[in-house]
């Protein structure tokens, strides 16, 4: 058995930086926010961060619009700042992941203000321009996901350029050698600060179809849905030779000692995404697999996915698991807060590298915006959507105090009625609460190498529940996961002979369990086996 990678074992935690610690009053998280809030980190027991663009940037997209790839935005700090925070996460053992955003830059960034100027500038090409079609409109139909046609026309030059997000981000074209080679190295400015590897975002959106054929119109689009929905992008996105550019940018890390990380944000069912680990696993190390996220809540569904995904996995593939992120509702808001305890065990057990979104191991939930707090452009764009992201983005709560401990300034979005009761100075000394749950969790994880590096097999049992075994080295741990707040009866296929080393409920801990579990509404477990 060879010897597993350390980001097989870790979890990640992810950091959207606006909302996680305020250090200077603005009202807007910052860099030494998080160096101040790194012995919490330690405290929960997660192996890595990943953090959310700092970048500079006129944040029309809060930062996913870069206008330079190299440099800190003030609102964050400065390159010292980093510096610091990489040193007092690597002095504590956490390794520190990157967002990496390079399907787009911003429209002020000083590559599109040079390209913008003339056909003839030097950059033209590094971004997509197309004449108009022969009505004048826009070349084909593709759809931004800000919703809108994806192509903004440019009146000096008479020509469109193209931008699957804000029209304030426009794609770049890496079909250019020389766009590749300028990313590369933004990449090497970060490798040798210390980062330990990147989040790339959107990668199943960097290369375009070279024919720019239309997109087939989706026949199951109903109004009311985003607009980019009304389109299936076979042509716009998830091209073939994505798997070049993800393989260079892998060659790039591996210029450096130490395993450094690759991970794509690719939104894709799992069949295709598994295309992104690359021939001989030698382009995405994680892809990110996100389809829990729109699971049904229920153990055969949820088991479905789990198997189809092992199924299609290259060998030597290893999972990804995601069930929440600063794009997408809050699980706790999804399933319910009870249903969220459970939700944390999945994600915790399951096998593969789990990512955790600040927040989640506190239970928050969406929190209602009122219409004139509202910063999402993508939700000020397409009102009556689900594509508002203010109400997962809201401030991380610390303790009882003003704005929950967050900042001393009014915060750039609101905390929640209920955040001081979820804070976690409020959870951190209740051996109830979910905070102590994923703790128990993260901490059975690293003492349990059947939890972290196991593998995987359904449990067949009689009771509507879901149940899986972890395995490895002869050491067998099963997990129960009631998805309800009924209680169940779970009668086992044969006796387990084990006890319960954690559960949902602590008053479930320590009892003996052999042929038969009683389980409590929203309760879940883990068994160890004898």
Not at 338 to 359: E, H, I, K
Not at 363 to 375: A, H, K, L, M
Not at 434 to 439: D, F
Request: some cysteine; overall charge negative.
């Amino acid at each position: 058995m060879s010897e597993p990678r350390w980001w097989q074992k870790a979890v990640i935690y992810q950091i959207y930086p606006r909302s996680f610690q305020d250090s200077d009053g603005d009202g807007v998280g910052d860099l030494a926010g998080i160096v101040r809030r790194v012995d919490y980190l330690a405290w929960l027991g997660v192996d890595a961060v990943w953090i959310c663009p700092f970048y500079p940037s006129p944040m029309a997209d809060f930062g996913y619009d870069v206008a330079d790839y190299v440099g800190i935005d003030p609102l964050f700090g400065t390159l010292a700042d980093f510096d610091r925070l990489v040193a007092a996460l690597h002095e504590r053992g956490i390794r520190i992941i990157l967002d990496f955003v390079p399907n787009h830059t911003s429209d002020q960034h000083p590559w599109f203000q040079d390209a913008r100027r003339s056909r003839e500038s030097p950059r033209r090409d590094w971004y997509i321009w197309r004449d108009p079609a022969p009505d004048g409109g826009p070349p084909n139909n593709w759809v931004s996901q800000a919703g809108g046609s994806a192509w903004a026309f440019d009146e000096p030059s008479g020509q469109y350029y193209y931008h699957a997000f804000l029209a304030q981000q426009p794609d770049l074209n890496w079909r250019n050698p020389d766009v590749r080679a300028a990313m590369y190295d933004a990449l090497r400015f970060w490798l040798e600060r210390g980062v330990d590897g990147f989040r790339v975002d959107v990668l199943w959106h960097m290369i375009k179809d070279a024919q720019f054929r239309d997109d087939p119109v989706n026949p199951d689009y109903r109004e009311g849905e985003p607009d980019f929905r009304r389109v299936r992008a076979r042509y716009s996105a998830d091209q073939p030779e994505m798997l070049e550019i993800a393989m260079e940018m892998r060659r790039v890390l591996e210029e450096y000692p130490g395993e450094r990380l690759l991970i794509g944000e690719i939104y894709l069912p799992v069949e295709r995404l598994v295309a992104y680990y690359g021939p001989d696993l030698g382009a995405v190390h994680l892809p990110f697999n996100f389809n829990l996220m729109w699971q049904r809540w229920r153990p055969d569904a949820i088991m479905r996915l789990v198997q189809a995904y092992e199924a299609v996995l290259p060998v030597g593939g290893w999972p990804s698991w995601v069930l929440g992120n600063h794009d997408q509702m809050r699980i706790a808001s999804r399933v319910g807060p009870a249903q969220a305890r459970v939700a944390m065990m999945l994600l915790l057990t399951l096998r593969g590298t789990p990512t955790l979104y600040n927040g989640d191991e506190l239970g928050i939930e969406n929190v209602p915006i009122p219409p004139e707090r509202v910063r999402d452009p993508f939700g000020i764009r397409q009102p009556g959507t689900d594509q508002g992201r203010d109400p997962q983005r809201t401030p991380m709560p610390w303790d009882r105090t003003a704005h929950c401990g967050f900042t001393t300034g009014e915060p750039w979005l609101p905390l929640g009625a209920d955040h001081a009761g979820r804070s976690v100075a409020a959870q951190q000394g209740d051996p109830g609460s979910i905070l102590a749950l994923a703790r128990a969790l993260l901490d059975l994880r690293r003492r349990e190498p059947a939890l972290s590096l196991g593998d995987f097999a359904p449990v067949t049992v009689e009771g509507d529940v879901l149940a899986y075994a972890r395995t490895r080295d002869g050491r067998r741990v099963v997990v129960v996961l009631n998805l309800e707040p009924v209680p169940k009866t779970v009668r086992f296929s044969e006796p387990l002979g084990g006890r319960v080393e954690l559960s949902t409920d602590s008053a479930s801990v320590g009892r003996r369990i052999d042929d038969r579990l009683e389980l409590a509404g929203d309760e879940g477990v883990i068994i160890a086996t004898d």
